[in-house]
C-alpha cells in the first residue's frame, strides 16, 4: 500500500525523499516544489471522496456501519488511498458512492467491494476503452472486435481481469471481445452518473 504523507511531522520516508530530490543537479529546488503540489494535490483528492461519501450517506448510520463493520471500513480506507491517486474526478466520487450504498445495504458490501477493487484499478484509459466497446452496442460482435483491436493489450487485460468484458473463442482457440459485460455496464453507471463536466464514454 502506497504510503501517504502526514499532516503533522515529517516522516523518515518524506525527510529521505526530499533530501534525495534535493541533490538533483539544475532541479533539486523546482523537485521539491512539484513534491508539495503533489502532496496538496492528493489532499483535496482525499477531501473531494469523503465529501462524495459524506453527500450520499445517512451520516448516523455511517458511523454505526463504520464502527461496526470492518468490510465497510475497509472500503472507505481502500477509496481513500486510490482516490489520492488518480486525477479522474468521476472515479473519486464514485468511490465515494460505493462506500455510501455498502452502508444501506449490508447483503451488498462483497459485491460493492468488487466494484471497489475495480474502480481503484481501473482509470481514464480503461473507462474511456470501456465506453467505446459500449457504444458498439450487444449484437455487434464484429464492431466490438474491431474497437478493441485499437485498444492497448493492457488495457483489454485489465479490463478482463476485473469481469467487464465479454468474451468468445475464436475458432483458433484465442478469445476476442464480443461486448461489455453488466458488470462493466455498471461501473460505467457509476463514473458517468451526476457529472456533467466529466466526458460521457
Request: proline share 3%; aromatic share 4%; charged share 25%.
Amino acid at each position: 500500500m502506497e504510503r501517504e504523507w502526514s499532516e503533522g511531522p515529517p516522516s523518515w520516508d518524506e525527510t529521505a525523499v526530499k533530501a534525495g530530490l534535493s541533490l538533483i543537479p539544475m532541479v533539486g529546488d523546482v523537485a521539491l516544489v512539484i513534491l508539495e503540489d503533489v502532496k496538496a494535490r492528493r489532499k483535496a483528492r482525499v477531501q473531494e471522496y469523503a465529501q462524495a461519501v459524506s453527500d450520499a450517506s445517512d451520516h448516523s448510520r455511517l458511523q454505526d456501519v463504520l464502527s461496526s463493520d470492518e468490510r465497510v471500513a475497509d472500503l472507505l480506507v481502500a477509496g481513500a488511498f486510490a482516490a489520492s491517486r488518480t486525477s479522474m474526478r468521476a472515479k473519486r466520487i464514485a468511490m465515494g458512492r460505493v462506500v455510501a450504498q455498502a452502508t444501506e445495504d449490508d447483503a451488498q458490501v462483497d459485491t460493492l467491494g468488487l466494484v471497489m477493487s475495480a474502480l481503484a484499478d481501473l482509470d481514464s484509459p480503461h473507462f474511456a476503452a470501456l465506453g467505446r466497446l459500449a457504444r458498439v452496442g450487444e449484437g455487434h460482435r464484429s464492431g466490438a472486435q474491431a474497437c478493441a483491436r485499437t485498444v492497448l493489450k493492457p488495457v483489454i487485460e485489465a479490463l478482463a481481469r476485473h469481469g467487464t468484458l465479454n468474451r468468445a473463442a475464436t475458432a483458433d482457440g484465442a478469445l476476442t471481445v464480443v461486448g461489455v459485460s453488466a458488470f462493466g455496464h455498471r461501473l460505467l453507471d457509476y463514473v458517468s452518473a451526476d457529472e456533467p463536466d466529466e466526458p460521457k464514454f
